[in-house]
């Protein structure tokens, strides 16, 4: 643990300071705690943290003594990879995303997620309610409490995730099965074959993962 202190918090990074950690788990981070991991840094030094990636911020966080604090962006080009129990991060247009296929082509994932404020109670029963983007500037005006593992209750969080295909140097993003269609739409008698026989869900990973591995395969 030193060691990474010693690497990122002497200066080489200038971090943001974020709220201590109050027990609760909630879904706008990746992981529902904070998990030993490893930050590779391209010198070659490997310095293990507590780690966990927060889906609304879109920052990697790490965990020192109960304060937690995110890679700056002015730091992010000094990472190489970032290990999480068996899971791979890699920086991609100033951003962290999992690396979940590594071959002559990479697939990589995105997470993110909704945020909606519920709103106080109204009326005859009845609620308001806020526009995402009004929720996220709320939060932010809030400062530090979006950094906490719970957001306060009036807040609903919907996690989703957006694969990337990098291939022969560019890179193609898919939100949905539709766009995945139309990508591999030379393809379409593969594409309803294997989802005729096997079961996939966008939202799982590990379905997605054979499903794409099957398609590349075959183009």
């Avoid at 068996?86 to 697939?107: A, C, M, P, Y």
């Avoid at 809030?142 to 560019?170: A, C, H, M, W």
Wanted: proline share 2%; aromatic share 12%; net charge neutral.
């Amino acid at each position: 643990m030193t060691r990474i202190y010693g690497m990122i918090f002497s200066g080489l990074m200038s971090i943001s300071s974020l709220a201590q950690q109050d027990g609760s788990e909630t879904s706008h981070y990746l992981f529902p705690e904070f998990a030993r991991g490893v930050i590779l840094m391209k010198s070659g030094q490997r310095n293990d943290a507590l780690l966990n990636y927060n889906s609304l911020t879109e920052e990697m966080v790490f965990d020192r003594n109960g304060e937690k604090r995110a890679i700056g962006n002015g730091e992010l080009t000094l990472v190489d990879t970032v290990f999480i129990k068996d899971r791979k991060f890699v920086v991609l247009n100033g951003t962290f995303v999992e690396l979940i296929v590594h071959s002559t082509w990479d697939l990589l994932v995105e997470h993110r997620c909704k945020v909606l404020d519920t709103g106080k109670p109204a009326g005859y029963g009845g609620s308001s309610q806020t526009s995402a983007a009004t929720s996220i500037s709320s939060l932010y005006s809030q400062g530090r409490v979006i950094y906490n593992l719970k957001l306060p209750d009036n807040y609903t969080i919907t996690p989703y995730r957006i694969y990337l295909l990098k291939k022969n140097g560019e890179i193609n993003q898919f939100a949905n099965m539709r766009e995945l269609k139309k990508y591999y739409k030379d393809q379409k008698e593969l594409f309803k074959t294997y989802l005729k026989t096997n079961s996939v869900d966008y939202e799982d990973q590990d379905s997605m993962i054979p499903f794409i591995e099957y398609l590349e395969s075959n183009s």
